[in-house]
Structure formats: C-alpha cells, structure tokens
C-alpha cells in the first residue's frame, strides 16, 4: 500500500484473500454448475405455473361452487407441470467441451424428437380439457373473459393448447393463417 497525501492508502497488486474461491473461468463452466442451473430453471417453471394460476384464482372471484371445479382445473395444470418438471429435468445438459466432436442428429431423428413433443402435448390437451371446460361452462360471462384472457399466447400461455410454435387459431405467431398462405 502507498500512501497519498490525503493519508488515504491504496492497495497495489494484492492478491486475493487465499480462502477465497478461485476466480472462474466463463468459458468453460463447470458440467455440476450447468446441471444446477437447469434443475433451478425447471423448477422455475412449476413455480410460475403455480403463481399464474393462483393470480388466476383470485382474479376470477370465483363463488364457493366453483372454487372446486377450478380445482380439479388445476390439479390437472400441476399435473402436467410437474410431468414437464421431471422430464426437463432429466434431459442430459449439452456439452461444450472443444476437444469432443459432436454428432448433429438427422432429418429423421429431429422428426422424431418433434413427434414425442406433439404427441406428449396432445396427451396434456386431452388430460385438462375435460377440466377445463367444466369450468368455463361453470363461469359468468365476465368471467370467461377473464379466463381467455390468461390464455392468450402474450407472455406465459395458460392452457396447453396454446403452446409450442402455433398461436391460437392454428395460426404462425406472426403471419396469416395456414389456409390463406
């Protein structure tokens, strides 16, 4: 340390305190910290299902009738987050080790990959479906607006049908609908 003239003392070249952790090196990350992070982020994602439908709760003022329809609704929406939860978690995290040669998958195995995905989406649209209708036919008016609302594709979607690449009507987020192309 110098002194200056103000009688302050400045630090040169101190080293960092040796108990300290080891500066990281941001280009190769550690395989433990990548497989944390993307547990956290799938647990995330149960955690704003969790939050959207309880925000959706209290805005619907639903009466004590239909306080046990949206239940089951949501019972099912859990169900299904929790079964995305599980498998997002499971999915092996990409290496990017420099020294490894990867393999890009095929045409086919991409269809493949894409095939899964749509047919795991049908299977949550068939499971909230019968929930979901039964609580829509139990809402008011207002109240179905407020539902569709939540479910339109601006930020997180609500119902499982308006996931994955396709807004609602079967049309491209950006772009006339398929028929008229």
Known sequence: PTNTPSGLQLAQNDAPPPDGPAPRDLRRRDPGDMAARMKQMCQDQYAHETGDLTYLQTRLQLTPAQQSIFQR????????????????????????????????????????????RLKERLADIEAERPALEALYNALSPEQRMEL??????????????????????????????????
Do not use: N
């Not at 949501?74 to 987050?81: D, F, H, R, V």
């Not at 990409?94 to 269809?111: A, E, F, L, W």
């Not at 690449?165 to 049309?171: A, Q, S, V, Y």
């Open 148 to 181: 569709v609302r939540a479910g339109r594709p601006m930020g997180r979607h609500m119902f499982a049908d308006a996931r994955g690449p396709r807004g609602p009507m079967g049309r491209t987020p950006y772009g006339p609908p398929p028929s008229e192309r």
């Open 73 to 116: 609704w949501q019972q099912a929406k859990l169900g299904i987050a929790r079964r995305h939860v599980d498998s997002c978690a499971q999915r092996p995290a990409p290496t990017r080790d420099r020294g490894q040669t990867r393999t890009m998958p095929g045409p086919g195995d991409m269809m493949s990959r894409e095939e899964d």
